[in-house]
């Protein structure tokens, strides 16, 4: 519960410190004296945007701080037994527009605070009677009674899953046909690689194939020369060495004085007569060998042509070139492909998750529809001694396409007149019973998600009486369970409460500022008084008003 609430510098509110108490306490005050300017710095509290024409002195910074009580696990976890601690939030707003949030002085996001603020306080204004009547506040109402919070995360967390899923083939189905193109491109470019079918080196081994081919007739005559000169002629080079052979072992044999040097001399020629001999028939072989067959050439350089042309087309240095080219074309086209088998295990995945959470959705149906019925009776039994005896009131569930939130719409449907027609609650509902059906809701929610905090900004308008009487009484029963602040114009909710505040305008020399403080019984008596006569509070209004607090 709160425990404290600290204002400074917002709006109309200079300098506001209050301290609350449990049970339900009652805050009054005539219209336009800051009620709502004291909600509107709350909800800074959970996380509402900050707005710099609030604050009012503009050299100086606007702080809301709020303490609250609260309950957290023992340290003796074993025991299951809880223990109060006091929990301090705040929210700083520069002159400059600029926010800060904290929580017992450690900086947070807004998020975070938000988050941690909305499980401590619930604020119901006018806006939240639409709210509750919108379609999407009603789930909400029904997933809190059916418990579905975990359950709910659970799906949701599938849900998210199966969107990443769905997302991520579509951008790879966006991709292939994007790449398409490119595919049929590349395909064309590797179908020309491939059957080119370059090896590496070919290219010089083609050029010099070319050469050797197209000046086969010269080369083959110059070899025959060769091999006649070394070896045929009459002057020819083996024959001279052979005669040298000849006259060097005469040499050898005429001197018998062992390894002479003539007899060295010899050795070498013979070697080189074996030497000549065998270039000479090497190039008798090779000359007879060439082959000078214009269909071979026209072959070559066809083939030549093939590799100068690829290598103009592709754009690259030489043949050898193009042999990494097709390499990385098959690999790009290989990871073009593998798109296919991502999206097929992606397909396989989608619809393993799209089968699980239909299972879930149907799940989630079935537990809703099972609270949504018993809420119907609770309601109904709850609202009818609030002046609503002829209601009927019924939580119309129906199935439709999965979202974040399952497969269900809902929306509540009621009639406040005996045999009239079931229509939508924001649409049968006149301002009175609205708040009358609001305030039901509420009490149920707030014993079912055990809310610390509830506040009420005028939720009896529109009704009077005994109807306000018993408002104040359900008001009165929900406090025994939390804390309830209730903004009312009503006496007879007012003389309900434990406490009383009133909210009051005064002038200074400066400017217009509001203030609030809490009622001494008489004050409080004098203030009810007020609210049953109007300005002049007679002697009659003031019996009337201590009847009313006695009574409660």
Known sequence: MIKKLIIKNYALIDELDIDFGSGLSIITGETGAGKSIMLGALGLLLGERADSRAIADKSRKTIVEATFEVNRPSEDLASGETEKIELIVRREIQPSGRS???????????????????????????????????????????????????????????????????NRLRKIKEEQERSKERRDAISRQLEQLRKLNVKLGEQEEVERSFEILNDADTIREHLHSVSYLLGESDSAALSNISQSIWHLQEIADLVDAGVSEEES????????????????????????AMESSPATLARVAARMKELYDAVKIFHVGK?????????????????????????????????????????????????????????????????????????????????????????????????????????????????????????????????????????FDEIDTGVSGEIASKMGRMMVDMADNMQILSITHLPQVAAKGERHYKVMKQDTPERTISTIRELSPEERVREIAGMLSGEEITEAALSAARALVEKQ
């Open 265 to 288: 001399l010899l050795g070498r020629l013979k070697e080189l007569a074996i030497e000549v001999k065998d270039i000479a028939e090497t190039a008798e072989r090779k000359a007879d």
């Open 100 to 166: 800060r949030a904290f929580i017992d002085d450690s900086p947070v996001t807004l998020i975070q605070l938000g988050g941690i603020a909305s499980r401590l306080l619930d604020i119901h204004s006018q806006h939240a009677n639409l709210s509750l009547a919108s379609k999407e506040g009603q789930l909400q109402i029904i997933d809190a009674m059916a418990d579905n919070k975990e359950y709910l995360e659970d799906y949701r967390e599938i849900f998210r899953n199966y969107v990443a899923v769905r």
């Open 319 to 455: 043949a050898d070139e193009l042999i990494r080219l097709r390499e990385t074309l098959e690999k790009e086209l290989k990871a073009i492909d593998g798109d296919d088998d991502e999206s097929a295990a992606l397909e396989r995945e989608g619809r393993l998750l799209a089968k699980h959470l239909k299972e879930m959705a149907q799940t989630l149906s079935e537990r809703r529809i099972a609270a949504a019925e018993h809420f119907s009776q609770v309601l109904t039994e709850k609202a009818r001694p609030l002046g609503l005896g002829n209601l009927k009131f019924e939580v119309r569930i129906e199935q439709t396409k999965l979202s974040i939130n399952g497969g269900d719409t809902v929306e509540f449907v009621c009639s406040f007149n005996k045999n009239g027609e079931l229509l939508p609650m924001a649409m049968t509902a006149s301002g009175g019973e609205l708040s009358r059906l609001t305030l039901t809701i509420k009490s149920i929610m707030a014993e079912k998600m055990e809310m610390p905090t509830v506040i």
